[in-house]
């Protein structure tokens, strides 16, 4: 019997395996899902189905346990590529087995019909998207150490037409969690789930864990969240028109968010330290812990060293350091682990 040796690869060596490796894919595909029927007034007979959301996924041919639902309140693009057109979350870390999944919500993208009238008005939001995704502190004054490719006109082109309205209003916020929510208690998305949010869509995926009515959401990875979620016991007004919060929640609802094992508010560089939102974090992490929860805020030029880092971290030029440590964040939780008895030979 000959028995073969092989060095054990550095974390460094598997790192760069597994975001290069081939994606063997066991199969891919879309469905909606939630929403209601609604039927017209002037013919009872007449139905329009509406205000579901719409689903994408990829499952490796070797999934692991956890789900990635990848969610931006105004575009799936995001997670899709990086600024340059090089790869984005989505193929990074179907690279590492992890089943990934698309999601737009009720009256965005996929999912666009309404269950009632919309207006929409131009907002001409070009030049505002350029301070408020944190590229520099005005239009095309770019921080000097900004990870975008500033010198590339395409990749601006690209970045700010890559949206849709996304209706920031209070309703859509529980239209989108209560959607969200019938999904992740589906079964569809499988039972261990973990949200990656990005902006508006990190307060919309707080709503839902807090909807669902099982365990299937293990956890969250925000990065910039606008708006947060707070129990009833603590000085906070709720703002019940716009759609970036706060929401109050009774307390046992709020104390939902303390049963995931773990949750993550990311933020990017050149933030203030008393910038509104992410004091919010803070606190809501605070809040999170207090009821036994494992809430942290991550700074990632503070704690992690990565200088530059815009609204949409894991589209940067050096997402794959973001998506490091988002790799050792689903480890440090076990949320790592593959479906069933297969283990993989490396």
């Known amino acids: 019997m000959l028995l073969l040796l092989l060095p054990s690869p550095t974390t460094a060596d598997k790192s760069l395996r597994d975001w290069t490796k081939p994606i063997v894919l066991d199969r891919s595909g879309g469905f909606e899902i939630g929403g209601t029927v609604i039927h017209s007034p002037n ?6 189905s509406c205000d579901h959301g719409y689903m994408e996924y990829f499952i490796p041919w070797t ?8 969610w931006h309140s105004s575009s799936t693009q995001v997670f899709q590529n990086r600024w340059d057109g090089g790869q984005g979350y989505k193929d990074m870390f179907l690279r590492k087995d992890y089943p ?3 999601w737009d919500g009720p009256r965005v993208g996929r999912a666009n019909w ?18 408020a995704w944190n590229f520099g502190p005005s239009y095309k004054n770019w921080w000097p150490d900004v990870q975008f490719p500033a010198k590339d006109e395409y990749a601006w082109e690209q970045a700010t037409s890559a949206r849709y309205d996304e209706f920031d209003t209070y309703e859509n916020v529980l239209l989108h969690a209560h959607a969200a929510a019938v999904a992740a208690d589906s079964g569809k998305l499988g039972d261990s789930i973990v949200y990656l949010t990005n902006s508006a869509g990190g307060f919309r995926a707080q709503m839902t864990a807090i909807r669902s009515n099982t365990t299937n959401i293990k956890g969250m990875v925000t990065y910039e969240s606008i708006g947060y979620v707070f129990p009833d016991n603590v000085n906070v007004a709720q703002d019940s028109k716009g759609g970036f919060g706060p929401i109050v929640v009774p307390v046992e609802e709020f104390k939902k968010l303390a049963k995931l094992k773990a949750i993550q508010f990311v933020w990017g560089d050149h933030r203030a330290p008393d910038n509104f939102y992410v004091l919010q974090s803070k606190r809501c992490a605070e809040l999170i812990n207090m009821y036994g929860g494992n809430a942290r805020v991550l700074m990632l030029g503070d704690d992690a060293g990565l200088k530059g880092s815009t609204h949409i971290a894991f589209a940067d030029m050096d997402n794959a350091k973001v998506g490091a440590l988002l790799d050792e964040f689903l480890a440090e939780n076990d949320l790592d682990g593959y479906a069933g008895d297969w283990w993989p030979f490396w």
């Open 43 to 48: 013919n009872t007979n007449q139905t329009l």
């Open 63 to 70: 999934p692991r346990q956890t789900s990635l639902v990848m």
């Open 114 to 131: 309404a269950c009632v009238p919309i207006l929409y008005t131009p907002a001409y939001r070009d030049q505002g998207n350029f301070a």
């Open 100 to 102: 990934v999944y698309l």
